[in-house]
């Protein structure tokens, strides 16, 4: 198959890790891949084999985009477009009503967000939803899901491990206006009275974004309160997965969370909206269904996070024990080959039915 992946940003995110990932797993298999998104630090990643084609997706280029989308697809003989994130999802549909190609749209966010124009859910085939409840809370429900299906991103299995730091936490993600918030309430009301019962305790930041020298700051702070590097700024890391497995803790959700169960390392579900539980055997299958976030719940606050945490290191053999168990249960459930499989066999089932339907209008 001759595919396409469209996606805006290609730089380091839950949806540009499985972007890759997916990209170069379908090479590997044989099929011809291109992308076409921002250039990012994930292009240097790639198989030799996958075409990256540099194109910054903007609304105001819509037109211009559109017709230069048409001609590379038309040209190179695209099968298959694939979009993410929301802008490429709306110019992969109105490419696809052109040019006739079909297009499938994995939504990584909210459906609201990534679906808000009647464009994006009246011409795409399929709709991938990587968790059920976004699907089944969208308010657009009746109205897209006879073409939806639900398939989790996939994790690859770890096999070399690092030494852990006792007392360590680690925060991953993109350090923008939203994760800050978070930052600044653990770096400000959290650390201080953590670290008078827990002395050893460390703070990890790792990710890179418009307010990390806010976060810098906050973090001097606190470092010369102690005069000792407490909160650790890492920034952008390539491998970020040796720096997960050198934690006692993880705090995330979606993508973060599943990588770092999978390293056998325990998680808090937690983010700017929702703030969890660790998550364990008893409440696995429930966060596995929500993409490992705590729906429903409240914004995290300065007493919970610290009687979680608290409660979390007074028991931190435990949870290591209970982590090494769920990361069973995400070796089977997230497993790589059976993700890909259902993918590879959605883009076939696609093409079959779009030459069927040729056929009959032959």
Not at 6 to 20: S, W
Not at 56 to 81: A, D, E, G, T, W
Not at 121 to 137: A, D, G, N, P, T
Not at 226 to 239: D, H, L, N, Y
Request: glycine fraction near 4%; charge should be positive.
């Amino acid at each position: 198959m001759r595919i396409l992946q469209l996606i805006k940003y290609f730089d380091f995110g839950g949806a540009e890790n499985h972007v890759r990932e997916l990209t170069n797993s379908l090479d590997t298999k044989g099929h011809d891949v291109f992308i076409i998104g921002e250039k990012g630090r994930q292009v240097d990643l790639l198989n030799k084999g996958v075409r990256f084609i540099s194109m910054r997706l903007k609304y105001i280029f819509i037109p211009l985009q559109v017709v230069l989308i048409c001609y590379i697809s038309l040209r190179n003989k695209i099968q298959i477009i694939h979009a993410h994130q929301r802008l490429p999802i709306l110019i992969a549909c109105i490419v696809g009503k052109i040019t006739g190609i079909p297009v499938i749209v994995t939504v990584h966010g909210r459906t609201r967000y990534d679906l808000r124009s009647s464009i994006s859910r009246k011409y795409c085939k399929k709709i991938i939803f990587v968790s059920q409840y976004v699907l089944e809370v969208s308010a657009r429900y009746e109205e897209i899901k006879y073409k939806s299906i639900v398939i989790p991103n996939w994790i690859a299995v770890s096999y070399n491990q690092s030494e852990k730091n006792p007392y360590s936490i680690s925060y991953i993600s993109r350090i923008d206006k939203k994760h800050s918030a978070v930052l600044l309430l653990i770096i400000q009301k959290v650390i201080y009275p953590l670290v008078l019962k827990f002395p050893m305790v460390t703070f990890n930041i790792i990710g890179d974004g418009d307010f990390l020298t806010e976060i810098r700051e906050e973090a001097r702070k606190l470092n010369n309160e102690f005069k000792r590097e407490i909160c650790i700024i890492c920034g952008f890391i390539p491998e970020v997965r040796k720096g997960i497995q050198q934690s006692d803790l993880v705090m995330g959700v979606g993508r973060v969370a599943l990588e770092a169960i999978e390293c056998g390392i325990p998680v808090l579900s937690i983010n700017q909206r929702r703030m969890g539980t660790i998550i364990s055997t008893g409440n696995y299958f429930f966060y596995k269904n929500n993409n490992f976030v705590a729906v429903n719940n409240q914004p995290p606050d300065e007493k919970s996070l610290i009687d979680l945490l608290s409660n979390f290191f007074y028991q931190r053999l435990s949870w290591q024990k209970e982590s090494l168990v769920l990361k069973k249960y995400v070796d089977e459930d997230f497993n790589q080959l059976k993700v890909m499989f259902t993918i590879e066999m959605l883009y076939e089932e696609i093409l079959k039915s779009e030459n069927s339907n040729k056929n009959v209008v032959h």
